[in-house]
């Protein structure tokens, strides 16, 4: 390889990785709101079960025995603990996702995006082309149940998570049984167009 083409090369690789960077900030959390507009039921649903309060479990003085059994301090504040604020929030540090209770209240708790994707892109898809395909929301980040269980593993299936089977059978996580009782889960509506999940 000559010294031009290995610089012509450099350079496309900059440009590419610069591009990839590129679209991928593009893709930002927007907040339940921008969903909830469109969404209404699933919004009330969601809004009054476990994963819309998950931030206020941090707090001192909640959930305290069940805090307690797990070695944690009850009388702690932990709303601004990084590894607790990884899964009791939405989109943790990333572009438009909870940095702190203060820049960002409307990213506390498990929101829509937390499970759906980031929506700055598919919620535009949403809005103008409700006919869409699974494969064109794909494509525009929004996350599938499908039978790979992808919106749930990053806090349900990991070392960091505390509250397992381990400590209690309560604690037991089944996905397919999550998304058929729908516990902490907001209900299913039947969908305008009726396609996509
Ligand atoms: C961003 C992290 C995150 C994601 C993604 C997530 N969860 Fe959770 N989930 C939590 C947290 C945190 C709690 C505990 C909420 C609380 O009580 O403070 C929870 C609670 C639950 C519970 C117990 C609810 C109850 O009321 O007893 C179930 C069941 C559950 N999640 C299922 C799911 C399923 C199924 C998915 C995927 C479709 C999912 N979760 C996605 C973080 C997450
Ligand atoms: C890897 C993700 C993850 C991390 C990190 C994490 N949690 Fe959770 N937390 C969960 C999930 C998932 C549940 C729901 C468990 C269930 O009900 O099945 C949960 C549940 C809880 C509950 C409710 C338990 C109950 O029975 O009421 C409390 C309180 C809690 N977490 C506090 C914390 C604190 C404090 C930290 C940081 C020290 C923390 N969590 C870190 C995922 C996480
Ligand atoms: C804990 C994960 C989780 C959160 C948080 C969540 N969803 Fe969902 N949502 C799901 C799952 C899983 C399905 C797929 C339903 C199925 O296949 O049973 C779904 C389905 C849907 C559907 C399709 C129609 C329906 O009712 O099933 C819409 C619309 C929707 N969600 C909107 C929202 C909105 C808006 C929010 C926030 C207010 C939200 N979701 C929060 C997991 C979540
Ligand atoms: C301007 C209105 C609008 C906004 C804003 C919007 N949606 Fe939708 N959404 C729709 C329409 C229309 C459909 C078509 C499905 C149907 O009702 O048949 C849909 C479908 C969905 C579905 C299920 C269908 C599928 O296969 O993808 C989910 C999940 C969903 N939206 C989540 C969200 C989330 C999360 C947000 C926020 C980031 C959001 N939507 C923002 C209008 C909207």
Redesign the pocket.
């Known amino acids: 390889m000559n010294k031009i083409s290995l610089q012509t090369w450099i350079t496309v690789l900059l440009m590419s990785a610069l591009l990839a960077t590129t679209a991928y900030a593009r893709t930002k959390y927007v907040g339940?709101e921008v969903?909830?507009q469109c969404?209404k039921?699933?919004?009330l649903s969601?809004?009054k079960r476990s994963?819309a309060n998950a931030f206020e479990s941090l707090k001192a003085g909640k959930r305290t025995v069940a805090k307690k059994r797990a070695g944690l301090d009850p009388d702690k504040d932990y709303t601004t603990d990084k590894l607790c604020l990884r899964c009791h929030t939405t989109g943790y540090r990333k572009p438009g996702g909870f940095r702190n209770e203060k820049s960002s209240p409307k990213m506390k708790g498990?929101?829509?995006e937390?499970?759906?994707g980031a929506g700055s892109k598919y919620k535009k898809l949403h809005d103008e082309k409700p006919t869409f395909t699974k494969e064109e929301a794909k494509a525009a980040g929004e996350l599938y149940?499908d039978n790979d269980p992808t919106?749930?593993k990053d806090c349900h299936i990991n070392k960091d998570q505390i509250f397992t089977e381990k400590l209690d059978k309560k604690y037991k996580y089944d996905y397919l049984e999550a998304?058929k009782n729908r516990k902490?889960?907001?209900?299913?509506?039947k969908?305008k167009y009726g396609f996509?999940?």
């Not at 902490?184 to 509506?189: A, I, M, S, T, V």
């Open positions: 339940n969903c909830i969404h039921k699933e919004g969601w809004s994963h498990v929101g829509c937390a499970c759906h149940a919106m749930c998304i902490g889960l907001h209900e299913k509506f969908k996509g999940f």
